[in-house]
């Protein structure tokens, strides 16, 4: 494949006997992942009813590998966020983070989503995740990403990093950045981070996670965690952007992941020999399988003192008697726990957020539906949140069934049953929702998901 010169004669004489092992990588095969949604179906009950030929990838345990030729995306276990399609590297980093059920965690530079809808699976429904991107148009990705998943617990956020802190001082035990990058080690996935590169390279990318990064120390908590990742080889956004943050942040240290399963060691002769840079780790595809990535652990000590900042709970919202209706007509589980509508949507919010007035907010919480007139819609994601005995009226179908394909689709079902909102399903699974009205099942598909041909 086609690399820039000025790329290859760098990483020649970074890599030196090892360049030639390097460049002879980019005539592999590239690799393919998917993860299971655990917050959906167990991996051992996925393998089960799994289509696809799955192969354990080493550093994360609901990973998989699958062949060239599978097309999981084109499934409707898919559409019914069962998995997530991810390059297997990316699935590194927030195994490395490990956040556990009940801690509050950033992800900076979210979108579209891959990694937040990880750490989503690993807080199983507990804690908080705020998961923000300064694009708005990868955050409408990554809002479907976290919707698609059934995550009831994200804030999804369109902020700049700098106004971001300010409503979260010393409140997150975990904070993923996972940095834009110059995407170097991404070329052989895709060949047109080639031409971006050409464009902005290294240069231009140092100095804004630099100022992403420095954003980040003041939000986390004392003896809290913060991983750091790009998928690029410039030593210039990997080893020297944690020297330059170590050096500026004398309450923080680098915290050694272990070189197992093919991770090698952070280079300290390539950011000015800070031995402890080493504790980083790299991940080489002429040494893994998979592609480029950079990962740092960092962790902020104890002994700072905290800023006391009172997360008091906003107040109760008095709800609406149109939506006890619709739960008492079709749900057979009680909603509880803080409700906040904003325009008429109604959200279930995590507990423990801070007042966010004045944030750019589109998600908070689980958002469960609309208030028309006189009465009370239900959203795509309450529907994606739901098991198959939540709903009272069900209509489930087995994946070959062509309804399936004509649901994704949008197109009404002639199938008739009890009047009243339905939930449809695949294999148990919830798709979405549609309507019952005499013989026939009305669409709720969101138009912009539909399955096309
Ligand atoms: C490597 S991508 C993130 C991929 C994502 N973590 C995932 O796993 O799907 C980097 C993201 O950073 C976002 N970004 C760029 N500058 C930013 C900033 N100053 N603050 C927050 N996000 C930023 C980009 O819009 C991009 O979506």
């Known amino acids: 494949m086609?690399?820039?010169?000025?790329?290859?004669?760098?990483?020649?004489?970074l890599l030196g006997s090892e360049f030639q092992l390097f460049l002879d990588s980019y005539d592999d095969e590239r690799f393919q992942g998917l993860r299971v949604n655990t917050l959906k179906i167990s991996v051992e009950d996925f393998k089960k009813i799994s289509p696809f030929k799955l192969r354990q990838i080493p550093w994360c345990k609901n990973g998989f590998y699958f062949e060239e030729g599978q097309r999981p995306a084109k499934h409707p276990y898919y559409h019914a966020g069962l998995y997530y399609i991810q390059e297997p590297s990316a699935m590194a980093p927030v195994e490395i983070l490990n956040p556990t059920p009940k801690d509050y965690v950033l992800d900076l530079c979210a979108a579209p989503g891959g990694k937040s809808v990880q750490i989503a699976t690993k807080l199983m429904g507990e804690?908080?995740?705020?998961?923000?991107?300064?694009?708005?148009?990868?955050?409408?990705?990554?809002?479907?990403?976290?919707?698609?998943?059934?995550?009831?617990?994200?804030?999804?956020?369109?902020?700049?990093?700098?106004?971001?802190?300010?409503?979260?001082?010393?409140?997150f035990d975990k904070i993923l950045v996972d940095a834009p990058c110059s995407g170097e080690g991404m070329f052989r996935k895709d060949s047109s981070m080639v031409k971006s590169w050409e464009k902005h390279d290294e240069t231009y990318y140092a100095p804004i996670q630099k100022q992403i990064l420095g954003n980040t120390d003041d939000m986390l908590k004392e003896g809290g965690r913060l991983l750091y990742s790009t998928c690029t080889f410039s030593p210039e956004e990997n080893e020297c952007i944690i020297k330059n943050f170590i050096d500026n942040h004398e309450n923080f240290r680098i915290v050694d992941i272990p070189k197992n399963n093919g991770l090698s060691k952070g280079m300290p002769k390539w950011a000015n020999g800070e031995e402890n840079l080493e504790r980083c780790a790299r991940l080489w595809p002429h040494k893994i399988e998979g592609e480029g990535h950079f990962l740092?652990?960092?962790?902020?000590?104890?002994?700072?003192?905290?800023?006391?900042?009172?997360?008091?709970?906003?107040?109760?919202?008095?709800?609406?008697?149109?939506?006890?209706e619709f739960v008492k007509e079709n749900l057979n589980i009680l909603l509880e726990g803080k409700?906040?509508?904003?325009?008429?949507?109604?959200?279930?919010?995590?507990?423990?957020?801070?007042?966010?007035?004045?944030?750019?907010?589109?998600?908070?919480?689980?958002?469960l539906g609309t208030f028309k007139k006189n009465r009370f819609e239900p959203s795509h994601a309450l529907a994606m949140g739901l098991t198959?005995?939540?709903?009272?009226?069900?209509?489930?179908?087995?994946?070959?069934?062509?309804?399936?394909?004509?649901?994704?689709?949008?197109?009404?079902?002639?199938?008739?049953?009890?009047?009243?909102?339905?939930?449809?399903?695949?294999?148990?699974?919830?798709l979405g929702w549609a309507k019952q009205t005499g013989n026939m099942l009305k669409n709720y598909y969101p138009p912009a998901w539909r399955w096309i041909d």
């Not at 086609?2 to 004489?13: D, G, V």
């Not at 905290?306 to 107040?315: I, L, P, R, T, W």
């Not at 005995?389 to 008739?416: C, M």
Request: aromatic letters at 12%; a positive charge.
């Open 296 to 324: 740092a652990l960092l962790e902020k000590d104890l002994e700072e003192k905290d800023n006391v900042v009172n997360f008091e709970k906003n107040s109760e919202v008095k709800l609406h008697k149109e939506f006890c």
């Open 388 to 430: 198959f005995k939540d709903a009272k009226r069900t209509v489930n179908f087995h994946r070959d069934d062509p309804n399936v394909i004509k649901y994704l689709k949008g197109e009404t079902l002639n199938i008739s049953g009890e009047k009243g909102w339905t939930l449809i399903c695949v294999d148990g699974f919830p």
């Open 127 to 171: 804690g908080v995740l705020v998961t923000n991107d300064i694009n708005m148009n990868r955050v409408k990705a990554l809002i479907k990403n976290i919707e698609l998943f059934g995550v009831k617990n994200a804030v999804v956020t369109n902020e700049r990093p700098e106004k971001i802190r300010k409503y979260f001082l010393s409140y």
């Open 339 to 367: 409700f906040e509508i904003y325009s008429n949507n109604l959200y279930l919010a995590p507990k423990g957020l801070p007042i966010l007035k004045g944030l750019k907010i589109l998600r908070t919480g689980w958002f």
């Open 2 to 13: 086609y690399l820039p010169e000025k790329f290859i004669h760098k990483m020649q004489m």
